[in-house]
């Protein structure tokens, strides 16, 4: 403790010593450190350096090195000393600031102007001070503008590429507090916070800016988030006080038509880390080509997708979309640049693959594997109940549908079906069934037996298909842009197991959980999918309820603007209490899909990674004993808490992170109770 205490000591002195202006000493001369003084700080090294195949894009050519280091040392800048590197081998065990990630304010150089102006002139000027995406419409940031107010918010439930262009805005508002909403969102709100979004960010380009923006989160203990899209459910790209990471700009893309790396032969496509699934699908499409990518189109397909495993359209066919990684490049919490493939630090390659974003480090950019084009056959039909349609008759033909989902993934379909009441009646829509490399009459021969059932229950859903020469043209005409940012509903998800369809009293106890959740009033957004390719799959963290299921489904609790907080709260409270016990207990043995799942999900450990946690915790305290990357339910999480909480046992993001058992606010909690 003793020694703890003198290294904090010795660096709050070193800070304030330095912390008056920025300055840099040269020949003896004090002189004021600028951009005319003071050069960003990385070097220029060879694009062939990787150890990967691919050489490296010319963002990530430009690295934070050692000499970088000594040389702005020797030229005395100010707080120079918070931007070196670590090594985990020697780490102490403790922050040498405390228990709690540093919150702006409360220590002398964060969020302070001399530290945030050295920080920016090493960044090369790419830090950006936090104002809330929808900040045009209100007063607080001396930036209210009806104009931008109204487009904002003519958009911002059914456009995701404006929220995805903004460096802090995300999909999860009611995690981060709905600080800062259009008035159609929130139309009790009388202003803008900034709640739980980043203080502040940086756009990142380089590998030196992220080597930076770490270097010196771990030497303040600041929180450190990581924003590509900020699609994730879980809020996991945002927290309050923290500096983020904004990747959202790598958008390099390079072909290779005859790659190879390990066992690999064959095309491939390096993508920097901001790379979109419709950029990604695009790129493919020029060169008659297709990747394993997301349904969603403006989904980040090397962020937090594909290292949180990654289900596709594709999967039946090839399996999940981390399954094709051939190499990464990233930055790890030492600050260190490194390549991650299967003979280049081989633990942390199987870990990245499906262990979850926000944990072992910043990916710049990854090299994927890449497939012939192919043809696909859509079909898609309605149902609902009503005058002419009984719901004995509705959940008839849902049954015969449900009857056979082993045998469409094994023919490599996928299927996106929503079932709901929520109208009054019972609606099915299918959107779409989704078959890769198959004609019309084949779709047609596969789902006969289900038509044929159907008809016999005295029912025409009317199928309507489509055929396409390719995979993008499917794509991109079969799903619509995604929905965003509400704070009036929850998520919740679970793999079913294809077990469950090898014994009819279980099968029947698992369709009667679906049926339970739209009887209650919520909506089930559920996917006919697997992910094991008849060609098998590499050794990876990916969960292994995936290899194992058929159909994710994904539940939904909605509520309204006006309810009573104490209404919301019990109704929240059915998502994990009920139903979500109502759809483990029939797949006790499975779990749910990282990226779309229950933000309080119980033993998550298991639910996310099954017997593969042990290991992913163990490198995860290996790696980054420091606790630099931190994000709800990712790999290690456990460890710590938010000091408040939405309706009494959501964190809160709009609080204070500190290790597990030492945030204050819990701590008077505890007294309080006793």
């Known amino acids: 403790m003793y020694f703890h205490a003198l290294l904090r000591v010795s660096l709050v002195l070193a800070l304030l010593r330095l912390g008056f202006a920025q300055t840099i000493v040269v020949d003896g001369q004090v002189i004021n450190a600028d951009e005319h003084t003071v050069a960003p700080a990385f070097v220029a090294v060879d694009a062939s350096s990787s150890n990967a195949t691919a050489d490296l894009f010319p963002g990530e050519t430009h690295q934070l090195t050692d000499a970088v280091l000594a040389n702005l040392t020797n030229l005395g800048l100010t ?9 985990p081998a020697t780490a102490a065990n403790q922050s040498i600031i405390g228990p709690c990630k540093t919150f702006p304010g409360e220590f002398v150089v964060f969020p302070g102007q001399i530290t945030n102006r050295v920080f920016d002139l090493l960044l090369g000027g790419s830090l950006i001070q936090t104002k809330p995406f929808a900040s045009p419409c209100y007063s607080d940031y001396g930036n209210q503008d009806a104009a931008k107010c109204a487009e904002i918010t003519s958009h911002w439930m059914d456009d995701s ?91 390099d893309i390079r072909y290779y038509e005859d790659y190879e790396e390990g066992s690999y032969k064959g095309p491939a496509f390096k993508m920097g880390a901001g790379v979109q699934v419709f950029e990604a699908y695009q790129a493919a499409h020029k060169h008659n080509l297709t990747i394993v990518g997301a349904e969603g189109k403006t989904v980040g397909l090397t962020g937090g997708y594909i290292l949180g495993g990654g289900h596709s359209p594709l999967s039946s066919l090839y399996g999940m979309a981390a399954d094709q990684v051939l190499s990464m490049e990233l930055v790890t919490a030492d600050g260190r640049f490194v390549t991650a493939s299967e003979t280049s630090n081989p633990e942390l390659f199987w870990a990245l693959r499906g262990g979850g974003g926000s944990t072992y480090g910043v990916v710049t950019s990854m090299v994927i594997k890449a497939f012939p084009e192919i043809p696909v056959t859509t079909m898609s039909f309605s149902l609902s109940s ?31 079906f929503n079932l709901n009441a929520t109208s009054g009646n019972y609606v099915w829509d299918m959107a779409p069934w989704f078959a890769p490399n198959m004609s019309k009459l084949e779709l047609q021969n596969l789902t006969a037996p289900f038509f044929k059932a159907v008809g016999d229950i005295g029912l025409d859903l009317k199928p309507v298909y489509q055929e396409y ?62 992910a094991a390719p008849k060609s098998g799959y590499p050794d990876s963290a990916v969960n292994p309820a995936w290899r194992k299921t058929v159909l994710h489904a994904i539940d939904i609790i909605a509520w309204t603007q006006d309810m009573y907080t104490e209404l919301i709260t019990i109704w929240s409270n059915v998502l994990t209490s009920d139903w979500g016990t109502r759809w483990r207990a029939v797949s006790p043995n499975s779990g749910a899909y990282l990226s779309e799942s229950d933000y309080i999900e119980p033993d998550f450990q298991h639910s996310f990674w099954g017997d593969k946690y042990g290991r992913l915790y163990e490198l995860k305290k290996k790696l980054d004993p420091w606790s630099v990357f931190y994000a709800q339910n990712a790999v290690g999480s456990e460890d710590w808490e938010m000091s408040d ?3 009494g046992n959501l964190p809160s993001q709009n609080s204070r992170l500190c290790l597990r058992g030492t945030n204050p606010s819990q701590q008077n909690k505890i007294q309080v109770a006793h």
């Open 645 to 647: 909480y939405i309706f």
């Open 161 to 251: 590429f404006i929220h995805t262009n903004d460096p802090t805005s995300i999909n999860a508002i009611l995690f981060e507090g709905t600080s800062c909403v259009p008035h159609t969102v929130n139309p009790y709100a009388l202003n803008c916070s900034i709640g739980a979004y980043p203080t502040m960010s940086v756009n990142v380009t380089t590998v030196s800016q992220i080597q930076l923006a770490i270097n010196m989160a771990r030497s303040l203990n600041l929180r450190l988030v990581v924003k590509n899209t900020g699609h994730d459910y879980g809020a996991k790209s945002t927290g309050a006080g923290a500096l983020s990471l904004w990747t959202h700009n790598m958008k």
């Open 386 to 416: 009503g005058d002419d349609i009984s719901p004995d008759q509705f959940w008839q033909a849902v049954r015969a549908y449900f009857e056979d989902f082993p045998k469409y993934t094994d023919a490599g379909t996928y299927a996106h």
């Open 79 to 87: 707080n120079i000393i918070l931007f070196g590197f670590a090594d």
């Open 469 to 530: 020469t390719n995979f993008y043209e499917a794509w991109d005409e079969s799903f619509p842009l995604e929905l965003w940012g509400s704070n009036l509903a929850r998520y919740g998800s679970r793999l079913f197991p294809r077990e469950n369809w090898e014994n009819p009293t279980i099968l029947s106890s698992t369709f009667d959980a679906i049926r339970y959740v739209v009887d209650g009033g919520g909506v089930v957004s559920a996917y006919n999918v697997a």
